[in-house]
């Protein structure tokens, strides 16, 4: 039996597995303790993480049925995220390790978002049998890449952003409409109701050909349009049309990339996750192109898109099998890992 945990940013969660199947996965989000300060504050994260690790790593073994006794290995993010909060869930799994001897497993959290839409069915459990190359789209606050996966833990990055994270785009322009922050599900809800072709914004890069993107421009093309228009948001047909517009221009960019990468490397696969996947015009785009195209498209489970223990315990366990030496005590946590490392 596995425990993970995750802590590289804003959650804190402990999840128990065993051979694949997920028998508890516990998330504590800080998302509200965060929204005054309209974004993530590192310092209180890290204390946070400190307030919470403890209860949520009894409540996953609760759920789970077990007691500390009962696990076989522990596994922790090792990075890439905010330096202090990596440290605070790794250096617990590696003490909890040390102490009850058991190996310990360092994983790269941006590689544990690979496999998360490979997590399904009632128990949740990692559906590797139906595992097939695929070209991984990963979109959060902190990350923006495409990935193409070749095989089970065999996968390089072809694109990332050059500038804003496409979650950090949706949040961005939410303040600049007033919206609280996190303000990319709520965009989301009112661009449902808008009209995205009211209004033209750019589509960074969507024409270059490479895979890489770029949002902090269209930031910039939103405060100068509000800068031209300052009464547009007082309108509530206005706003969900603004919003409508901003988000089909992230959607269409993001999109287009994911399918075309598809195309050129020969993929019949797309898969999908991270916060912003949580997005239902992404969803839905994701799905008429893919399936235009004949691509087969797995999109995480919502509560599985944002940050979760699920997937690093997923991927911690496939490590094992396939051989991965244990990670050393008295290695440190890596803030700024590269996928590619
Ligand atoms: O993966 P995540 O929980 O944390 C990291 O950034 O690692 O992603 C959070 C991001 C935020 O920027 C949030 O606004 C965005 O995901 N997000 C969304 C939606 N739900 C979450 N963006 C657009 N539409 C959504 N429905
Ligand atoms: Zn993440």
């Not at 890439?80 to 497993?105: D, V």
Request: aromatic fraction near 6%; glycine fraction near 8%; include cysteine.
């Amino acid at each position: 039996m596995l425990l993970a945990l995750e802590t590289s940013c804003d959650e804190t969660s402990a999840a128990v597995l065993r051979d694949g199947v997920i028998l508890a996965n516990v998330v504590a989000s800080q998302v509200r303790l965060h929204a005054e300060y309209g974004g993530v504050v590192p310092e209180l994260a890290t204390r946070e993480h400190l307030r919470n690790l403890l209860p949520v790593v009894h409540e996953a073994l609760d759920q789970a049925g077990a007691s500390i006794g009962d696990l076989t290995a522990v596994a922790a993010t090792r990075g890439p995220g905010l330096p202090a909060a990596l440290m605070a869930g790794f250096t617990s799994a590696q003490a909890l390790a040390f102490a009850r001897g058991l190996p310990l497993y360092g994983v790269h959290h941006h590689e544990a978002h690979l496999y998360s839409p490979w997590i399904g069915g009632q128990p949740p459990a990692a559906q590797f049998d139906q595992f097939e190359p695929n070209v991984s789209l990963i979109v959060s606050g902190g990350h923006t890449m495409l990935v193409h996966v070749r095989g089970e833990l065999d996968h390089t990055v072809i694109g990332s952003t050059l500038d804003d994270a496409a979650g950090e785009c949706f949040d961005k322009v939410s303040k600049l409409l007033g919206l609280p922050y996190p303000g990319g599900p709520l965009l989301d809800r009112l661009a449902a109701e808008g009209n995205p072709a009211a209004f033209e914004f750019p589509r960074p890069l969507l024409a270059e050909p490479n895979f890489d993107f770029s949002f902090s421009g269209l930031k910039t093309s939103v405060r100068y349009f509000l800068e031209k228009h300052p009464d547009l948001a007082d309108d509530p047909q206005a706003l969900r049309d603004l919003c409508a517009s901003v988000q089909a221009a992230i959607v269409e960019v993001l999109v287009a990339k994911t399918v075309r990468a598809a195309r050129q490397l020969g993929v019949k696969c797309v898969t999908a996750s991270g916060g912003v996947s949580c997005n239902s015009g992404l969803r839905r785009e994701l799905e008429l192109r893919c399936a235009k195209r004949g691509l087969r498209l797995r999109v995480a489970e919502k509560r599985l898109c944002t940050d979760n223990a699920a997937m690093i315990g997923v991927l911690a366990e496939r490590q094992i099998r396939a051989g991965k030496a244990p990670t050393p005590f008295d290695e440190e946590t890596r803030p700024g890992w590269s996928l590619e490392r």
